[in-house]
């Protein structure tokens, strides 16, 4: 039976292994058994790690981010959490859509488990 999981990504990208480290159990989850469908939400701080200018090779995000695109997981950055930071839509990558926080919240709420990095 497949279930709805949220992987929350809280803080910033650089100097901590929270960004890459929830990548790869998002893309765990989602190439696991049953197949679950995944979303990764850039939310607080996380948000930095939605930016394109983000060096996804150094923080070993690539092939974690490929792995989930495989498995139809997909990767969201909070609009909220990016307009409290200065964050405009358009620095943030291609591979990664913008939601309200109304959109945010309903997706956590509804979620059957959540993770948080």
């Given at each position: ?16 292994v ?34 394109d ?7 070993n995000?690539s ?40 959109r ?14």
């Amino acid at each position: 039976m497949k279930r709805e999981v949220v992987v929350l990504l809280t803080r910033a990208p650089y100097g901590r292994v929270h960004v890459p480290e929830g990548l790869r159990a998002a893309r765990g989850v989602a190439a696991g058994f049953d197949m679950h469908d995944v979303t990764v939400i850039f939310t607080q701080d996380g948000v930095y790690g939605a930016r394109d200018a983000v060096d996804r090779e150094a923080l070993n995000m690539s092939g974690h981010v490929v792995d989930l695109a495989e498995q139809d997981g997909q990767m969201v950055a909070d609009g909220a959490a990016m307009a409290e930071r200065g964050v405009d839509e358009s620095e943030i990558a291609d591979d990664v859509a913008v939601w309200s926080d109304d959109r945010v919240t309903a997706r956590i709420r509804d979620a059957d488990r959540t993770l948080d990095f």
